[in-house]
């Protein structure tokens, strides 16, 4: 076991290096847990990223896994609350300061021409997710009668999501 | 602050963002658009402006879906508002990690949930493609916005650029253009 305060102050350090993006941690995370601490194989850590990719949370929630191995559930906790205090407290700031910044005419134009490239974020997201996941006929029509509830009806996603879950379970 | 008329309980923002953190499988973009879907139409916490600002600036600084939780948080009620809504988002994911990881660690082996993924990621994808189109109606005007989202598309599908540096070259062709366009004008 490992003490909290050392797993504490590696997962602070990671939270700090992963402003950025997601696909920076796997790499990163891959050699501290594997190669450096010794604390999982690559078949677990293989394994746990898989498990977190299953939660709607952040890849970042590979840390829950690793704190886990390291140190149990106390260990998961410490792990999660570091590796995020980081971009939370970032992202606060951003918040704080949204409101002044707006204001001024060269930033606020700046962020109102930055938008079209976000909707086509959006977009490239669907695509990508498209990809890696629709693979038949069944696919396509759970995509299409999501679409039509989505776009014609004000149904909650939550409900919708859920049910698609069940629909997935009983077919598969 | 925001200057909303009625104030949003922290508890209203907890709970909501808990759902969200509970039923958003799919993560990343399926969070934001489930939040955009939430807060900006259902409830109107938030412009839909405001909601994108915020998402630009969250894909810039790391975990997006995190970050999109914690502006729409700040936006409401301030720094407790934006921690209350973090903290709500993750807490499912962390039990139910935390839950696998007991089981795995336990039994060495992984719980076969990747079957109900399989119905619940095309719907996904159905809600992530709505907010697309609602985002793209209000956001995409004219000939250069429609190039820029174009881009931005092909720029993340096929060159495989991260959402970041999209973004930042987004933004500064956006100075660039506005720079000419006040020399002309």
């Not at chain 2, 969200?20 to 259902?42: D, H, K, P, S, W």
């Not at chain 2, 599908?157 to 006040?182: D, E, H, M, P, Q």
């Amino acid at each position: 076991m490992t003490s909290l305060l050392t797993i504490a102050w590696i997962y602070f350090r990671i939270g700090l290096m992963f402003v950025g993006g997601g696909y920076v941690l796997i790499p990163l995370l891959n050699h501290i847990m594997v190669e450096q601490y010794r604390w999982l194989t690559l078949r677990q850590f293989l394994d746990g990223l898989a498990l977190s990719q299953l939660t709607p949370g952040p890849l970042a929630m590979l840390a829950t896994f690793t704190g886990f191995r390291a140190g149990g559930f106390p260990g998961a906790l410490v792990a999660t609350v570091c590796i995020f205090t980081p971009c939370v407290v970032l992202m606060l700031a951003v918040g704080r300061n949204y409101n002044r910044l707006r204001k001024i005419d060269i930033i606020g134009s700046t962020l109102d021409g930055l938008l079209p490239a976000v909707v086509g974020l959006v977009a490239a997201a669907a695509w990508n997710l498209g990809v890696s996941s629709l693979s038949g006929v069944k696919e396509f029509l759970i995509l299409a009668a999501g679409f039509a509830i989505f776009k014609w009806t004000k149904v909650t996603p939550m409900i919708v999501i859920l049910g698609a879950g069940v629909v997935g379970l009983l077919l598969n | 602050m925001s200057d909303n008329v009625k104030r949003v309980s922290l508890t209203d923002i907890f709970l909501t963002f808990t759902v969200i953190g509970l039923t958003g499988f799919g993560g990343g973009m399926a969070i934001v658009a489930m939040v955009e879907r939430i807060c900006v139409r259902e409830k109107g916490w938030i412009s839909a402006e405001e909601f994108m600002h915020g998402l630009a600036f969250g894909q810039i600084l790391g975990p997006f879906s995190l970050n999109v939780c914690t502006f729409t948080g700040h936006h409401l009620r301030g720094i407790r508002g934006g921690i209350i809504a973090a903290v709500g988002f993750i807490f499912p994911s962390f039990l139910l990690v935390s839950l696998l990881s007991w089981i795995y660690f336990t039994y060495n082996k992984l719980p076969q949930l990747q079957a109900a993924l399989k119905g619940t990621n095309p719907v996904i994808i159905g809600l992530i493609v709505v907010v697309a189109i609602d985002m793209g109606r209000k956001q995409i005007k004219g000939k250069s916005s429609a190039l820029l989202a174009l881009v931005a598309f092909g720029a993340s599908v096929f060159l495989k650029l991260n959402a970041a540096w999209v973004l930042l070259g987004a933004a500064f062709w956006s100075i660039c253009s506005s720079y000419v366009r006040r020399r002309l004008g």
